[in-house]
């Protein structure tokens, strides 16, 4: 990495959220918050039963200015920027539908019915039309959001099996990760709306996972895909069609002997370090964390991708909670801004502290 020194970067905690009485199991910014004037916000969900809202004060705090409460543990939440919508997994096999109807005041408006297991993630499509929900009972729903804040389910997905541990939509495209080992690509079938078909299965045959697939996520371009999994690997994919109509992915590389116990999450940074040009592109960085309680960060090492795509680890932030970490997440707009979750109860928000402007 040019003009940059390996050993100035550092993970500096900048705050401890606490309030949760259970184990805190994912975080979600909300987007667009957190630049342009607008106070940064984030969710925490928890097997306490609560969804916290935190909101950044004027010296740079968060602050819990919400509780929702749900009936059971929340596994996973998901923010709709267009309809100002938050979607919740609930480990009593719905999906709770929550609307932001003022200043710090949600207002539970919908209850989303039909698995027949816990739902373990939910994921909205990039105008919030569409939500998509998958649990225990090896499926994924696709709901359309209709006028007056009804939801419709316009198609089951099925295709795992095993139970789906994460679904995410990226642009038109939907990813899914099961305990099966498998991750599904799926497409809406062209002029026949409504209709969907699995374009591509990245498994063990494609040098994918052995084990279930636990996170996984995608760079600012969406042309790259970092996921995890159990068997405490770390595997990069890459978009092999760029000039196609279908949209398919192949193995990169995998990155093992980091974790020595399961890795429960991954995130991409969504944007460079730098504001540079497409020729002096700088390279990408990604975080995890799992069971050993460290936050590591990966980055591109650009002087080594002589047979593709190559990473290393950048930085190890030991400790950073007193037991599991169960989420990582960049702000989606702040390349500085990482939040991390935890059994231990809390949320923390770190500064990620690299050389700026650059060395020379």
């Known amino acids: 990495m040019k003009n940059f020194s390996y050993d100035d970067f550092e993970l500096r905690e900048i705050q401890k959220l606490e309030g949760h009485t259970g184990k805190v199991l994912g975080i979600a910014w909300k987007e667009d918050t957190g630049v342009g004037g607008l106070p940064a916000v984030i969710a925490s969900w928890s097997d306490d039963k609560t969804i916290r809202i935190w909101e950044e004060n004027f010296s740079g705090f968060f602050v819990c200015k919400a509780v929702l409460e749900a009936s059971c543990t929340v596994r996973s939440c998901a923010w709709s920027r267009e309809f100002k919508l938050l979607a919740a997994a609930c480990s009593d096999a719905t999906t709770a539908i929550w609307e932001n109807v003022g200043v710090h005041a949600y207002e539970h408006i919908y209850t989303l019915k039909g698995h027949e297991n816990e ?9 919030g039309q569409f939500l998509a929900t ?6 994924i729903w696709i709901w359309e ?8 389910c316009t198609k089951v997905l099925q295709g795992h099996t095993e139970d789906v541990k994460i679904v995410h939509w990226d642009e038109k495209v939907l990813f899914s990760g099961s305990s099966d080992n498998t991750i599904k690509v799926w497409e809406e079938t062209r002029f026949v709306n409504g209709d969907w078909r699995c374009i591509q299965t990245l498994g063990e045959s494609d040098r994918g996972h052995t084990s279930p697939v636990l996170s996984l996520s995608f760079n600012k371009g969406r042309r790259r895909m970092v996921s995890c999994s ?3 690997t770390i595997k990069i994919w890459k978009n092999c069609e760029e ?7 192949s193995h990169a590389c995998t990155l093992s002997g980091y974790h020595d116990t399961t890795i429960f999450t991954v995130d991409w940074m969504r944007d460079l370090l730098r504001d540079v040009s497409y020729e ?3 390279p990408e960085i990604f975080a995890s964390a799992g069971a050993d309680d460290a936050i590591r960060v990966f980055i591109e090492d650009m002087d080594n991708e002589v047979d593709g795509l190559s990473f290393k680890q950048l930085l190890k932030k ?19 801004r990482l939040a991390s979750a935890s059994d231990d109860g809390t949320v923390k928000i770190w500064d990620f502290v690299c050389p700026w402007p650059p060395t020379t």
């Open 243 to 249: 000039d196609s109509s279908i949209e398919l992915w």
């Open 145 to 152: 959001v209709l006028p007056g804040n009804e939801f419709d």
């Open 134 to 139: 998958c649990g225990g009972d090896k499926s």
């Open 280 to 282: 002096d592109m700088d």
């Open 318 to 336: 030991e400790k950073a909670h007193e037991t599991n970490i169960n989420s990582v997440k960049w702000h989606s707009l702040d390349k500085r």
């Open 230 to 232: 159990e068997e405490l």
């Open 119 to 127: 739902v373990r993630s939910v994921s909205w499509n990039k105008d």
